[in-house]
Every structure is written in structure tokens, then in C-alpha cells.
């Protein structure tokens, strides 16, 4: 094995040598004539001149050696469907499906939302649009009409797919009213593909609507070939959480992106053809986009999608997927592993769990108990990993394929071949180059490929958000709060915007978070720094309890807030100790599970808290006010 260092060093000395030879991971139809263009920095071109598609390199060019192996394994506990598709039958469903959009008058270039459930139908009308070069935007399943509408005027699509209802924990939630209204709301003229999944009742606008299984019918046996597109072409656009903010619509080019996606898989995931990748997230999310959709079909592997509770019907149900399917990559966020920690870990013993080969987590810190807790019970190495939507794949993390360093706990690895990933001071825009310094991550240009072209039709956002944000410096900024060890280890402190400052002192609310979060009896927690008198800030906490707040009572709670203070004490000082700990039974998250602290800080301060359309249960926002209360 080659010194993952030195891996890394070529990536940046050697760019184009490095990529050149990454490139042949993929297919191309005519060679492209440079790798990497960053004349128009930083919109930077890879593989320009280059003719691929990202469908092909999913599916047709496996067709040869795997036709008959699964491709897509498709589990529902919530309506109890199971079904494999296997290469031939995804090309055979994908070209329908493309032969449908065709008909419904969606070219090259045109953009298609998709606003679906976790069904099969998602992935097929995602690769769809990759074969004949049209944008797909996937909206995630449930956002609200105001937010779809949103979503819809910024595409302009040419055709909608949606289906006429997803479920969750066994609870209909019917799309279809939600799609109705905010098309109303758009003024969208789109074509309305429907999947009808027998969930709820739907109405069909004659002329507008058209039936999934009918078309599909009619169109058995549709052969449509993949247009050979540009590498720079768009493949899609996506939104990110909106965690910090107003969303931003990143968009993604194609052979960057494929080549990406590809060497990901073998240096970062180590994973092979023939194996089965289950990545838990959702297709709405970078995550689903990225692994369970392109990258493991890309590499030729099965990839396991699944929809339901990770709970349901009890917290055993990834694992006894994991065995039946012979599961050799996981792939999940911390956020559910919290979920499962609540339920009995002998659950993680109880199936044959041999081929499973590690655990990758991603999109939130992950903090030590929980990784500790699901590494020591499923027995496999777990890695975290650190990106973004507008990278695609990870920025930081211990790229399992080449590198056989030891991970630490709390830190996500190294920065991957392709980042120049440095440290800088906000205020004055200084590099940081000692160990131990904290700082804003930012990466210097050109970005590997896969990551963000631009966000759609705003260059102008684009490049004054992340590329002039440190002062004197024209790098990326990825708005974390970070440090580096004396050996390359990245820990990340959290967003930039969160790290507080207590009488001079700077502190990642994160810091603190973790010395909380190892209490026995927390379950989840989140730091905020508020305006204070005295302090300039003060660090506030937020606590949901492992027992529900009527069964800890009043004497339980005050014991417990006494000793989350005296642990943050004893961990990082007096200065850090939170001004008040509040115990309450739910925490503001995004719908992708992230904690919104910019809500928890605005109420703290009595302002308005701003974009709520992330918002996964709006009736948190009450709780909170009225805890703060009490
Ligand atoms: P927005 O940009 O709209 O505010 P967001 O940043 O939450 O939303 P995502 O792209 O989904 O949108 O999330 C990326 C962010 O998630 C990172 O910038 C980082 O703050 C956090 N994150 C992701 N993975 C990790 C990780 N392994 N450790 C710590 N933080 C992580
Ligand atoms: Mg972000």
C-alpha cells in the first residue's frame, strides 16, 4: 500500500495525471481533451471535450458481464413490498421510463422534478433523465406544498414525477394535494407523471396527469439510447438541507461526477462489483443521490433501497436486511444510530452480520458514545465521513481502499485525494498551519471533480458565498469550524456560524455538545451561543433526556442538569459550562435530520428564527418557547 500521504500529494502535484488515470474507471464515448480546466476559475472544467453518460456507466456497460445479477433491491416495511431488479431488468425499466418522459415532451437540457417516495420508480426516473440528458432535481418526499412550489418555479420542469402517496410508520402521507397546490402556486404547465401505489385516492387533471403503469404498458420493450453528452453537462440539480439558511440549488456536472463517483468507491469504500452497498439515506438527499443511486451501480455492485422507520417493526430490521442480502457496505448518518441506541443493542447481535465489511456515517458530527456504541456492536470498523451537497462524495474521512491508518475518535480522517484542504482565520484570512489551531475548512481551488459546478442560474451567489467569504482569499469555504492534529487528523467543531466567543475565548458549541452527549442519560443535545451581558456569549443547553421528562420529574431533572454542568467543567472549564441547561422531549431538525441551531438560537433571542421550510416537526418550535418559559 502506498503511504496514503503521498496518494494524496500526487492528487494535488500530479493533478491531471491523477484524474487521468481515475477517468478510466468510467466509460467514455470520445476522450476528452483536457482534464482539468480552471481558466474560468472557479468554475472549474473537468474532462471538457469528453462524451459520456452517467446511465450508461450504471447500467449498460454492465450489461455484458452482470445482466442477470441484482442491481436494485428493492424492501418496503411499510407496504411490505420486496423485489430485486437485476441489470437487464433496470435497463429494461429505465428505458421505459426514459421512452415515457420522451413522450410527455422532455428533451436534452429540460429539467424533470421528482418528488417520490422511497419506490423503485425514483431511481428509474433519475437514470431516466441521465440517458437522455435531462436535469433531474429531486425534491425530498414530504416537503410541503410552499416549499415544492418554491422548488418548482426555480426549475421550470418540463415533466413532474410523483406518486400518489409515501408512508411512514405506517401513517399515509398523500403527495398528490401537496403536488396539486403547488403547482397551483408555481403556475407550473408541467406534465405530471403519476406512480399509483394504491396508498391514498388521486385526482387527474385530463391533458396534465398521466398514468405511470398504463405508459409503462404501452410502452414495453422501448428502446432509447443514451445521449452521448458533454462532460461540463448538467446531470442535476439539489438542493442542500437549509440547515444554516435559505437552501442553495447546487448543481452537478456529468463526467466529473461519474469519475468521482467511481474512484470513491474503490479508495474511499473499497467496494467491488458483485457486492451489495445499503445506504439508508433518502433519494432526496445528496447521500441517496450519490450511494444509494449512482456511485454503487456506477461500480457494478447491488445497491439496497429501502423504505421505512429504521424501527420498524423493530430495531433489528437493517440488520436482518443486511443478513438476507449478504450486505458487504453500510452506509448511514449518526442521527439514526442515536434512533437505535434508544432500543436494546442485543438486537445488533441477533443476526449473521459476516459479510458486512464496515460502517460508513455521515451528515452530522458523530460523536464518540454513539460511535462506540454501534462499532462495538455490529463488530465492523466504523468510518466516518465529512462532505457536503455541493461536494458529492466525502471530504474528509480514511479512504479504506488505500490507507490503512487507524481512525480516531471524534475525527473524520484526512482530507481525500483531490481537496487542498486548509485552515483559516475568519477575521484576518491567515492560513493555519499549527497543530491544534481552529479555524473556518476551506479548500483551495480547483475542487476535485464531483463538486458543485455552480448553484443553478446564480453564478453570482456561487462565487461571493463560497469563494469570497475569507477575507483576502479565493478558496472554498465550507462554513465548518475546524482543527487539525500534529498528524493530518481533521475534528471538526461545527459551523462556523455556531462557534461562540465567552469572554475572548472562541468555542465550537460542538465541544461541548460531546462532553454532554457522554452522559448516560442523554439522549440527544444541542448547544447554541446566545448574547450575553457580560460574557459577550454564553453557551445555552438543550437536552433530551434518555426518560421522558415525566418519568425523570423534578428532582431527577435538577440532578441531571447538575451533573451535565459539572462534566462540561470537568472537560473544558468553568468557561464553558453552559449559562442554563433546558431538558425538553424534541430538538429542531431538518428533514434530513440535521439540528437547525439557528432556530434554537433565534428563539433563545427572542427574534424570528427565519426559514422554516426545512422544518421537520414545526410543533418543536412551541415546546421549545414554552420550556424556555417554564
Ligand atoms: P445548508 O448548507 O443549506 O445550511 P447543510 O449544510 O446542513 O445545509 P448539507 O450539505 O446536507 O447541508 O450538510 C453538510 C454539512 O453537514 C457540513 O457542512 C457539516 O456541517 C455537516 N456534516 C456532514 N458530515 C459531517 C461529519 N461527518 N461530521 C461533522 N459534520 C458533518
Ligand atoms: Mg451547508
Known sequence: MVAYADFHRRSLVDRDGFWREQAALIDWHRPFDSVCDDSRAPHTRWFAGGLTNLCHNAIDRHLAERADQPALIYVSTETGQEQTYTYAQMHDEVQRMAAILQRLGVGQGDRVLIYMPMVPQAAFAMLACARIGALHSVVFGGFAAGSLATRISDAQPAAIVSADAGSRGGKIVPYKPMLDEALALSGSAAQVLLVDRGLAPMSRMPGRDHDYAALRDELAGAEVACAWVDATHASYTLYTSGTTGKPKGVQRDTGGYAVALAASMRHIFDARAGQVFFCTSDIGWVVGHSYIVYAPLIAGMATLMYEGLPVNPDAGIWWRLAERYRVTHMFSAPTAIRVLKKHD?????????????RLFLAGEPLDEPTAQWIGEGLGVPVVDNYWQTETGWPILTIAQGVDSSPGRLGSPGFAMYGYDAALFDPASGEELT???????LALKGPLPPGCLQTLWQDDARFEATYWHSIPGRQVYSTFDYATRDADGYYFILGRADDVINVAGH?????????????????????????????????????????????????????????????????????????????????????????????????????????????????????????????
Do not use: N
Request: proline fraction near 5%; hydrophobic fraction near 40%.
Open 434 to 440: 499549527e497543530p491544534g489551531q481552529k479555524g473556518v
Open 506 to 630: 472562541r468555542l465550537g458549541t460542538r465541544e461541548i455538545e460531546e462532553s454532554i452527549a457522554g452522559h448516560p442519560g442523554v439522549a440527544e443535545v444541542a448547544v447554541v451561543g446566545v448574547q450575553d451581558a457580560i460574557k459577550g456569549q454564553a453557551a445555552l443547553a438543550f437536552v433530551v433526556p434518555r426518560r421522558s421528562l415525566s418519568e425523570l420529574g423534578d428532582t431527577g431533572g435538577s440532578q441531571l442538569v447538575r451533573e451535565i454542568g459539572a462534566r462540561v467543567d470537568g472537560h473544558l472549564g468553568a468557561l464553558a459550562r453552559p449559562r442554563a441547561v433546558h431538558l425538553v422531549s424534541a430538538l429542531p431538525k431538518t428533514r434530513s435530520g440535521k439540528m437547525l441551531r439557528r432556530v434554537i438560537q433565534a428563539i433563545c433571542e427572542g427574534r424570528e428564527p427565519g426559514d422554516l421550510t426545512t422544518l421537520e416537526d414545526p410543533a418543536v418550535i412551541e415546546h421549545l418557547r414554552a420550556r424556555l418559559e417554564a
Open 345 to 357: 443493542a442485543a438486537l445488533l447481535r441477533e443476526y449473521d452480520l459476516s459479510s458486512l465489511q
